[in-house]
C-alpha cells in the first residue's frame, strides 16, 4: 500500500481541492461519519478501504481517521457477494454471512453495537452490485432508509439504527452519477473524495513491489531497479501507457509483466 492522491467533491466544502498529505486526509475522514470513496477502476477503492480496516484491527491507535475516542468494530461488506433481488439485502448479508451476527444473539449482538454507534462498515464496489429484478436497486433503497436525515425516520423502518454509524461506500463516479444515494450527497458529516492515483508515490510502489521479487528470486535482483524502470516508462511514446502507470492496479501488473520477462530473460 502507497498513500493515493485525493480531492475533495462534499458539498460541504466550499472548493474542490487536491489532497496528496496523508495527515490531511485523516483530518478529513475524522471529521464524517460518512465517505464515498469514488474513482475509476484501479485506483485503489477497495485497497484503501482494507488498509484503513486493517490499521483499526491492528492498531486502533494509529488509525488517525478516525475520532480518538472511537472504539469501532470494522466490517467489510463487498457488495458484488450481496443479494441485490430483495429488500433490505444488506441486513440479510450481516445476518447470514457474518456468523458473529448470526441467529437472535448474533442480531442483538448488531443492534446493541449499532446503537452505541460502534460499528464501522465498508460497503466496497456499490459499481458492482447485482440486478435480478429489472432496474429496481434494493441496494440503494435500504442505503436511503439507513442515512435517512433525521435519523428518526430511519428507526421507523428498522430495529436497528445504523444511522448514527460510521459508513464508507465506494463506487466508481459515473454508475454512482447514474444511480445516485442521496444521504451520500445531502449533510455536514458527509464527504465524497475522489481517488485519483499514485502521482508521486510510483517510486515507491514499484520499490515495494520489486522488494518482494528481490527476497524470493536472487538472480532477479541486480535486474530489477525502481528508477530505471520508471524512467523507461515515462520515456515512452504512448501516453496511454503514462496515465495507465498512475492507477496502482495497472502499475502493479506492469511491474509484474516487467519483472517476470527480466528475470526469464535475465536482462533489463
Not at 488517525?64 to 430483495?86: E, G, H, M, T
Not at 517510486?203 to 524470493?216: S, T
Not at 498512475?246 to 533489463?268: D, E
Request: proline letters at 5%; a neutral charge.
Amino acid at each position: 500500500y502507497v498513500e493515493t492522491e485525493s480531492k475533495i467533491l462534499a458539498s460541504s466544502v466550499k472548493h474542490s481541492f487536491t489532497l496528496t498529505h496523508p495527515s490531511s486526509l485523516d483530518h478529513i475522514l475524522s471529521q464524517h461519519d460518512r465517505v464515498l470513496l469514488l474513482g475509476d477502476a484501479g485506483m485503489g477503492k477497495t485497497t484503501f478501504e482494507r488498509f484503513c480496516l486493517l490499521q483499526v484491527l491492528i492498531s486502533p491507535g494509529t488509525a488517525a481517521f478516525l475520532p480518538s475516542a472511537d472504539r469501532v468494530i470494522p466490517i467489510f461488506i463487498p457488495l458484488k457477494a450481496v443479494d441485490n433481488s430483495q429488500p433490505q439485502p444488506i441486513m440479510r448479508y450481516l445476518a447470514t454471512c457474518i456468523p458473529f451476527f448470526s441467529g437472535v444473539r448474533g442480531k442483538q449482538r448488531l443492534r446493541s453495537l449499532a446503537i452505541t454507534h460502534a460499528l464501522f462498515l465498508c460497503l466496497d464496489g456499490y459499481d458492482e452490485i447485482s440486478f435480478s429484478r429489472g432496474d429496481q436497486n434494493f441496494v440503494r433503497e435500504e442505503l436511503e432508509v439507513i442515512l435517512a436525515v433525521p435519523t428518526y425516520r430511519a428507526a421507523e423502518h428498522q430495529d436497528i439504527p445504523l444511522a448514527g454509524c460510521r459508513i464508507w461506500m465506494s463506487s466508481r463516479r459515473e454508475f454512482f452519477d447514474a444511480n445516485p444515494v442521496y444521504s451520500f450527497r445531502n449533510g455536514v458529516r458527509v464527504v465524497s473524495l475522489q481517488l485519483m492515483g499514485v502521482g508521486n508515490s510510483r517510486m515507491r510502489l514499484i520499490n515495494r513491489i520489486f522488494d518482494r521479487y528481490k527476497r524470493y528470486n536472487e538472480q532477479s535482483a541486480s535486474l530489477l531497479d525502481a528508477e530505471y524502470f520508471l524512467g523507461w516508462l515515462d520515456s515512452s511514446p504512448d501516453d496511454e501507457l503514462i496515465s495507465l502507470s498512475h492507477s496502482p492496479l495497472f502499475l502493479t501488473v506492469f511491474c509484474y509483466i516487467y519483472a517476470t520477462q527480466a528475470s526469464r530473460l535475465r536482462t533489463h
